[in-house]
């Protein structure tokens, strides 16, 4: 039903937004923004191309996927050929996210501690190596939701299951994107808003000293920084 998935996108979006706003006023506002000029490399040039390829063709496929949908018609023209043209270097990014930083993101008894304990809402220093629990956390999400995402998209263009299941594996394309698209935003809002001193790490590579012993003490001691 296409009223009802206008429906969702709207209620998604809006879901991330409220969470956002609240966790920006209660907690992401108290956050120290750091002043001194020591950095650290976190990121390498591979990872934040990665990054930005992810970034960029996942922005494309929002705009013409989503707002599609939400106009209540079906992409045709340029914007079905830019959304078709993206798809293929999003999957391989999406490949490449999950060979690049799938060992950093196994968790860790620090980080199952962190989960029983509401992280979202804490502003003290935790023990958490490059990546923390909620990260690892939006990072698995993202490549169980991927699959069905790909898989979906891909067999749709094969007469392999007649017309029901075409249709089926729409709606499943749909549901899965939807609910990928949620994760995104929230692992973009924490990555920004959030916490405050990390989105430059997406450009430069790197981030404030004081950051690192913060938010990754852990990698910091492992890193010998």
């Not at 809006?14 to 006023?25: E, F, R, T, W």
């Not at 094969?158 to 549901?175: N, R, W």
């Not at 590579?205 to 012993?213: E, I, L, N, P, Y």
Request: overall charge positive; some cysteine; aromatic content about 10%.
């Amino acid at each position: 039903n296409p009223t009802m998935y206008r429906i969702l996108i709207i209620v998604g979006i809006l879901a991330v937004a409220a969470v956002a706003g609240i966790h920006l006023l209660t907690v992401g506002l108290r956050r120290p923004r750091f002043q001194d000029t020591k950095t650290v490399t976190r990121f390498g040039l591979w990872q934040r191309a990665v990054h930005a390829l992810l970034a960029v063709t996942f922005l494309v496929l929002f705009l013409t996927g989503f707002g599609s949908a939400l106009s209540g018609k079906p992409m045709h023209g340029y914007v079905l050929m830019l959304h078709a043209t993206c798809a293929p270097p999003f999957i391989i990014a999406l490949m490449a996210m999950a060979l690049t930083w799938a060992h950093d993101c196994r968790y860790q008894q620090h980080d199952l501690t962190l989960l029983q304990a509401c992280p979202l809402c804490r502003t003290e220093p935790v023990q958490a190596g490059k990546f923390n629990a909620i990260q690892k956390t939006f990072f698995w999400l993202s490549c169980l939701l991927a699959l069905p995402v790909i898989l979906s998209s891909v067999l749709s263009m094969f007469p392999l299951v007649g017309t029901a299941g075409q249709h089926l594996l729409l709606d499943i394309h749909k549901c899965t994107t939807l609910l990928m698209t949620v994760t995104v935003l929230g692992h973009a809002y924490f990555q920004t808003l959030g916490r405050p001193g990390t989105w430059q790490v997406m450009t430069s590579g790197k981030v404030s000293s004081q950051w690192a012993d913060k938010y990754a003490p852990l990698w910091r001691q492992k890193e010998g920084a």
